[in-house]
């Protein structure tokens, strides 16, 4: 969940890719401004646009080595946060683009920021650009277990580059419902226990899963697209019929992040059908039975309690801790109800990136808002 983000014709996530990078000051010049949170009276200070976007989606990317807490906002740059204060890095200070849509950390310890414009490497003291084609929109980044760079585009596939070669995947393979890989969204990229690494796609083409060898695509059955369950009002678009995804096969061909458990057990954000898991042999809807009502779910998380949390498109969080679920929305302290992304810091705060500009951390009892929010 560290890594990822534009998008097409569909305007969720036009407005999350566009709301996924940052833009600010130089490093000398941090953010120190603080102020009365609404939500918690203790002083702090806020992440603020220096580039002048109207708009933005925060996404927490990063926890790095030393505990910094990454974040993009597009037009915005990147911003770090060392638990002090908020340094704000753009093209002022090196970096290759101000819109950053995936932030993680090599086993050398750089900071790899992927962009509009390819991936830049920050060594801690100065931006350089990483050797691949700037003329590629970089959504998500993952470095595996033997040190390769995996890296999802924008209409061009997956990237792998171990050092000397880059190699290219998933371009022109088609499934004869979906809209084509040429057309594909990879929003994250997850490598499991195994060693297996995954890809998903917010364009239709579901999940792939990489054994080294081979890919496997995991879509949903013919009966899913028969019944008009991906709403693209191709196939039957009077098609009435009621649908019941089967186990042997993923419950929806858009999905915006996966995730794995302690446990082994991969779970996937879906755009229409919450939440699906799968334990390596069936796949199973997490939703209406243990009470998740909600669609458009975005980013999921165990913390280190062992609680499961999901983010959604309206209905803010949902904390689930293998028995009871419960909700948080504005309610409760945070900043608004569409919540992007979350990420855990090294003192187990969760911090929820949200669209319109939004920055919420919570402590296990109060949410306070480190944001300039719109909403």
């Known amino acids: 969940m560290r890594n990822c983000f534009l998008q097409i014709k569909n305007s969720l996530l036009l407005v999350v890719f566009l709301g996924a990078s940052c833009n600010g000051q130089t490093p000398e010049s941090q953010t120190k401004n603080n102020i009365n949170s609404e939500r918690n009276i203790e002083q702090h200070p806020t992440i603020v646009r220096t580039q002048g976007t109207q708009s933005g989606t925060v996404r927490c990317e990063l926890l790095d ?50 962009t509009n414009k390819g ?19 970089i959504t998500c980044m993952l470095e595996d277990k033997d040190g390769n760079l995996w890296f999802g585009t924008w209409r061009n596939g997956i990237y792998r580059y171990n050092g000397k070669t880059l190699d290219n995947f998933l371009s022109n393979n088609d499934h004869k419902f979906n809209p084509g890989n040429g057309a594909q969204l990879i929003f994250d990229i997850l490598q499991d226990k195994n060693g297996n690494v995954w890809f998903s796609s917010w364009n ?66 879906t755009r229409d059908h919450g939440v699906c898991r799968y334990d390596g042999k069936i796949f199973t809807s997490f939703g209406s039975k243990e009470g998740f009502s909600s669609r458009g779910a975005y980013a999921i998380l165990e913390d280190k309690k062992g609680n499961l949390w999901f983010t959604t498109e309206k209905d803010g969080v949902w904390c689930y801790d293998g028995n009871t679920i419960r909700n948080f929305t504005k309610k409760d302290g945070l900043v608004n109800n569409a919540v992007v992304s979350i990420i855990e810091d090294k ?13 919420s951390r919570y402590d296990g009892k109060t949410f306070t808002t480190f944001s300039e929010s719109e909403n």
Not at 96 to 102: E, I, L, T
Not at 347 to 359: A, D, H, I
């Open 347 to 359: 003192e187990g705060n969760l911090w929820f990136g949200t669209k319109w500009f939004g920055l």
């Open 65 to 114: 080595n030393d505990g910094n807490v990454w974040f993009s906002i597009n037009g915005e740059g990147a911003y770090r946060y060392d638990g002090k204060s908020f340094t704000n890095f753009t093209t002022n200070d090196g970096l290759c683009s101000n819109n950053v849509s995936a932030i993680i950390q090599d086993k050398s310890g750089n900071i790899l920021l992927g």
């Open 204 to 269: 239709g083409g579901g999940v792939w899963r990489y054994n080294g060898k081979d890919f496997k695509n995991y879509v949903p059955p013919d009966e899913y697209y028969e019944t008009n369950q991906d709403k693209r009002n191709i196939h039957n678009p009077e098609n009435t019929l009621t649908y019941s995804a089967p186990q042997d096969h993923i419950t929806d061909d858009m999905i915006f992040s996966i995730a794995e458990d302690k446990a082994g057990t991969l779970w996937f954000a």
């Open 119 to 137: 991936i830049c490497k920050y060594d801690g003291k100065k931006f350089t650009t990483y050797p691949v084609p700037e003329t590629l929109i």
